[in-house]
């Protein structure tokens, strides 16, 4: 007889949701902070001396990804080495000064002072890695799109909120908001989050793999080139789309009727086949069809621009296969990483991530602006393609056979 089922062994612990909860309500609240930002500041910077120049209002917006990059790799190093809990609230403390510093702006470079604070509180790597550890290989999928479903329902609430907000309080509001925010976060971590799990097996220095093994590995270098692949192609998206909304006579202030829609259908499509993938120990088999489906998507995206409609309709297919990539890559990253090792892992990839984002917004721009939209987008269905190429080789993670706390079969 079976002391528990198949569905059973995949189901999340009270424990289990908990932590992913409450960890992924981190990000949500942190990043709620940051994505308020993101729809209004480049219309309303002129208000501000120095602010006329477009040039540094996209450096403003942009210095957040680019500290947040650089930074990624030492916070998921010090993670190993002193714990999560400990770094994740440093980053959080360094976010909300940042925040404050750029609610009392009154001049540019001083809310670009401010921006880079905020990035420079890069805790994504210290978060996830806490999530690997603090739930069974069998749910880490389910864990990491808890994580992804925060992250995209907080910025599809952010387009809608956003201007509202900064018309009753400012820019300057909304950025002492996101330090509140951030504050409120740092109680989560210190009340809600369970507590880290002992370490236990060889010392410190033993378990630690020298950060080139890290860095080199195959496996991970492959889903390092995914990430990037993904963030890059999403950046250059949004390069082109707004732009192409308001030009079929779609004020920007109602964009989000468009977004809101797509990003929420994505979440409603993503769990089946993770949950699938998971319980069959198909994962990579699912990433290779969904990055096909995605080429797909940015295919008919070059011949399927001509109405708001068409727009909607492959907005609504690029987040159901943009959340599913976002959310098995993380897992698979923590998985494929030594146990000793995983903030150095996901320092690595989450800082692959925003590179990619930068690139793809630059290059997405470029290409939109020598050549056409549609450019874009088939360069972008071609990255898709070399992302597919790289991942054919990829492997499903072993799993232990028996993990702690599980009940074995008999």
Request: glycine letters at 10%; a neutral charge.
């Amino acid at each position: 007889m079976r002391t528990n089922t198949t569905d059973t062994a995949h189901r999340m612990t009270p424990k289990e949701r908990r932590a992913s909860l409450s960890l992924a309500g981190i990000f949500a609240l942190r990043m709620l902070g940051n994505f308020l930002i993101l729809p209004v500041f480049a219309v309303y910077a002129h208000q501000l001396p120095g602010g006329d120049d477009h040039f540094w209002v996209g450096v403003t917006l942009g210095i957040y990804g680019l500290t947040q990059g650089i930074l990624q790799i030492p916070y998921g190093w010090a993670s190993d080495r002193w714990g999560r809990k400990p770094i994740i609230v440093l980053g959080l403390v360094i976010f909300a000064i940042g925040s404050f510093i750029a609610a009392c702006a009154d001049h540019l470079g001083v809310v670009m002072l401010g921006r880079a604070l905020q990035g420079a509180g890069a805790i994504s790597a210290a978060v996830t890695a806490f999530i690997s550890d603090a739930v069974r290989e069998r749910v880490i999928t389910k864990a990491m799109a808890l994580v992804g479903a925060s992250i995209g329902l907080t910025f599809a609430l952010s387009l809608v909120i956003a201007p509202p907000l900064t018309e009753l309080w400012g820019v300057s509001g909304l950025f002492t908001i996101t330090g509140i925010l951030a504050v409120s976060a740092i109680g989560v971590v210190r009340w809600v989050t369970p507590p880290e799990e002992p370490k236990t097996g060889r010392s410190e220095v033993e378990a630690h793999c020298p950060w080139q093994e890290i860095a080199l590995d195959p496996q991970l270098l492959r889903l390092n080139l995914g990430i990037f692949i993904l963030h890059a192609v999403l950046t250059a998206l949004f390069v082109v789309v707004p732009g192409r909304l308001e030009s079929m006579g779609l004020p920007v202030l109602h964009h989000w009727y468009i977004y809101l829609p797509a990003v929420l259908f994505g979440f409603a499509v993503m769990m089946k086949p993770i949950g699938w993938a998971e319980r069959a120990g198909a994962v990579t088999k699912l990433q290779r069809i969904i990055i096909l489906v995605m080429t797909v998507v940015f295919v008919l995206f070059v011949f399927l621009m001509h109405s708001v409609w068409e727009i909607a309709f492959l907005l609504a297919l690029f987040f159901g296969c943009f959340n599913i990539l976002e959310a098995t890559l993380p897992g698979l990253i923590s998985r494929a990483s030594p146990k000793a090792d995983k903030g150095l892992a996901l320092g690595i990839y989450n800082t692959t991530q925003n590179i990619g984002l930068f690139v793809g917004g630059a290059l997405g721009g470029w290409i939109s602006e020598h050549f056409s939209a549609e450019a874009v987008f088939a360069a972008a269905a071609f990255a898709m393609l070399i992302w597919f190429v790289g991942a054919r080789n990829l492997k499903e993670p072993r799993r232990t056979t028996h993990e702690t706390g599980e009940a074995l079969d008999v």
